[in-house]
Structures are given as structure tokens and as C-alpha cells.
């Protein structure tokens, strides 16, 4: 395995989105980290996404905010949105009032991987480094 390029961008509560192109193809990971002395590692709880998921959410993410924030209102009791190869964003049916789970799924009934889930504050500093985050992703395939 080959990583070219790898960045991080902290949503809070030791929580980042890491940009990695590894042999050539760009990685967005949304990713719970673990401090050890003076660096951070990455832990199993987290989501991973292609370019092609990522490409997904931006196209999304003015919908999703916005149904964010009617959920955190109580305007509305559920949501859920297919990123692409069985990747979900979702909140309500279970989770927690204050969380943006994003997560795979093969089974309709089944969570497989855990993912993670965000909180409201960590959703907003997301949605805030979008332009950021897909400036990284494009400019690292690119080599810019």
C-alpha cells in the first residue's frame, strides 16, 4: 500500500476527517482517534469513504444539514440517506436525539460496522470544512 498524501481535520472530542490517496485513489476517512503521549491514532470506530461516497455527500450535504436540524428541532423523527455501496448517514430509529450516525450496511434489518455517530457540534464543524476537505481530496489526486 502506497500513502501518497494524508491530512487531518479536527471536528472535536478527538474526532477528524483524514483526506489519504493511497495508490492513486483518494480516501476520506471520518475516524474517532486515541492520544498517546503527543501523537494520535486512529481507532476501529470510524467510516471510511471513496471519492465516489465523498462526491455523494457534497452533492447531499445541503439536504442532510438541513434535515439535521429540523431532526435537532424535533421537526422531524428520522432520516436517512445512501451514500453508495451500502454507506448510510441516518439519525432517529434508534440512535441517540443528539447523533448523525454514518455507517455500512448490507442487511436492511443489520448495522454491520459500527461506523460512527456525531454530534451535533461535530455535524456542523463537518459541514463547515466541506469546501476544505474536497479542496484536499481534488488537490491530492491531482498533485497539486
Not at 501518497?4 to 471536528?11: E, I, K
Not at 451514500?83 to 440512535?95: A, K, M
Amino acid at each position: 500500500m502506497n500513502i501518497v498524501f494524508q491530512t487531518h481535520f479536527n471536528l472535536g472530542s478527538e474526532r477528524y476527517v483524514t483526506v489519504k490517496v493511497v495508490n492513486g485513489s483518494a480516501w476520506v476517512h471520518i475516524r474517532q482517534f486515541i492520544k498517546h503521549r503527543e501523537r494520535i491514532y486512529p481507532t476501529t470506530l470510524g467510516v471510511y469513504l471513496s471519492s465516489d461516497q465523498f462526491r455523494n455527500l457534497l452533492d447531499l450535504i445541503m439536504d442532510i444539514n438541513y434535515n439535521v436540524h429540523k431532526f435537532r428541532d424535533g421537526k422531524m423523527e428520522s432520516f436517512k440517506y445512501h451514500l453508495g455501496n451500502n454507506v448510510y448517514i441516518s439519525s432517529g430509529e434508534g440512535c441517540h436525539a443528539s447523533r448523525i450516525r454514518i455507517y455500512f450496511q448490507y442487511n436492511p434489518k443489520k448495522i454491520i460496522k459500527p461506523g460512527i455517530a456525531l454530534r451535533f457540534s461535530e455535524w456542523n464543524k463537518l459541514v463547515e470544512l466541506m469546501v476544505d476537505i474536497k479542496n484536499k481530496v481534488e488537490c491530492n489526486v491531482e498533485h497539486c
